[in-house]
């Protein structure tokens, strides 16, 4: 065609209604396109809502298929700035989030939200959305914490090493905030507004809780006791058994992971096995039941959607992946991962379900590699429940106080 009969097209006049349905569509696969189609130019961005404007508990904003990389502190190159993984793409992006180097980010929520603690400044807890930048105050973390009297806090040692706020997520009520400390064996519940948390303790009298990872699944908080798999119920707020374990689960020496894989609520059993290694030292063994909701029944199986998935499983939170967006061989599927807070970490990297052979270990730190060699190790690092000396000691000074 010659140059004087071409026609250029003017992107920017689609027309409120086009750009318009083409923002819902664009909004209802994620929300991070979303951002982008919106800083396109200013006549797409009028046809479409402000995320700023309708707050992070609006489901339709969560940056839900992302997560967050977490890295040693000696590899972060800008105090603001992290590096997020999408669950559906794999694509990876850096994120500046000012203010971060002033909080302290208690735990990545189903929705992909951070909830982050102002911290040394005070205890104020918020709801962060790291692709909005949107930010949700909840009341402050010491309102929960003088429920609980701090002798017992110190008497678990919860801040000596770990101070886990996995399993935290929003309500199918899209209203109310559950905040989860697993090893606590406590929830706080509480909504934007409130002057105070509403205290769920279930570590006695009874059922006695396994405090291991917990889970949000579809607006509903999950979580383990000796009587069975848990579902929280906030009117009033009570634990509810949705499934019996049909296995013995031991307190002190199992521990017990739920986690959302591919829409289906799993749980692993982590034991010890009746066989010994060569130096007579007890093996673990994984076992790995799905929860059938609707019959209340756990199912044993040895795959994760056909050989799709891999688990990573860390004490206190898990993470589950599709192994398709990653290089080929570089994640196994069917395979659980072992994050750097499990013991046998030091000398087993992963545990395969089919013929329950291991993945040997090449890193001599058992506690936490300083920095990531492989991309085993980096998803490994990201259900690692350990934060920074530092916190844990003001924490500890403030319930002394």
């Not at 939170?317 to 599927?333: M, T």
Request: net charge neutral.
């Amino acid at each position: 065609m010659p140059p004087s009969e071409t026609k250029r097209r003017d992107w920017a006049d689609l027309g409120d209604g086009v750009a318009g349905m083409i923002a819902d569509r664009v909004l209802a696969y994620d929300v991070a396109d979303y951002l982008r189609f919106r800083a396109v130019c200013s006549p797409w961005r009028r046809c479409c809502a402000d995320p700023r404007a309708h707050g992070d508990l609006d489901r339709r904003f969560h940056p839900r298929r992302w997560l967050m990389l977490r890295e040693p502190r000696e590899r972060i190159d800008s105090p603001n700035v992290r590096r997020f993984l999408n669950s559906s793409t794999g694509e990876c992006i850096r994120v500046h989030l000012p203010g971060l180097h002033n909080q302290e980010v208690l735990a990545l929520s189903s929705e992909g939200l951070l909830v982050v603690l102002d911290w040394p400044r005070s205890t104020k807890v918020h709801l962060l959305n790291p692709l909005t930048r949107h930010l949700t105050q909840l009341p402050p973390l010491m309102a929960l914490l003088s429920y609980q009297g701090y002798e017992c806090f110190l008497y678990t040692s919860a801040f000596d090493t770990h101070f886990p706020a996995w399993g935290s997520g929003i309500l199918n009520d899209d209203s109310t905030v559950v905040l989860c400390f697993s090893r606590l064996n406590m929830l706080g519940m509480a909504k934007p507004g409130d002057d105070h948390w509403t205290l769920l303790n279930f570590h006695s009298p009874s059922p006695v809780a396994l405090g291991t990872a917990s889970s949000m699944i579809a607006g509903r908080f999950y979580c383990v006791t000796t009587d069975g798999v848990m579902v929280l119920e906030d009117q009033p707020p009570r634990l509810e058994l949705v499934a019996k374990l049909p296995m013995p689960v031991s307190p002190v020496a199992d521990t017990v992971h739920l986690m959302d894989s591919a829409g289906e609520l799993m749980l692993v059993h982590r034991r010890f096995s009746r066989h010994h290694d060569t130096n007579n030292v007890a093996k673990r063994r994984y076992d790995v039941y799905r929860v059938d909701l609707g019959a209340g029944t756990l199912c044993r199986v040895n795959s994760f959607g056909g050989g799709a998935h891999a688990l990573f499983i860390g004490l206190y939170c898990s993470l589950s992946v599709p192994i398709k967006l990653f290089p080929a061989g570089s994640i196994r599927g069917d395979t659980i991962y072992l994050s750097f807070d499990i013991a046998e970490r030091s000398k087993t990297e992963g545990y395969h379900l089919a013929d329950r052979s291991t993945i040997s270990s090449d890193n001599l730190n058992c506690h936490l590699v300083l920095q990531p060699h492989t991309l085993v190790d980096c998803l490994s690092l990201c259900t690692t429940g350990r934060i920074w000396c530092h916190f844990e000691k003001h924490l500890v000074s403030q319930c002394r106080r």
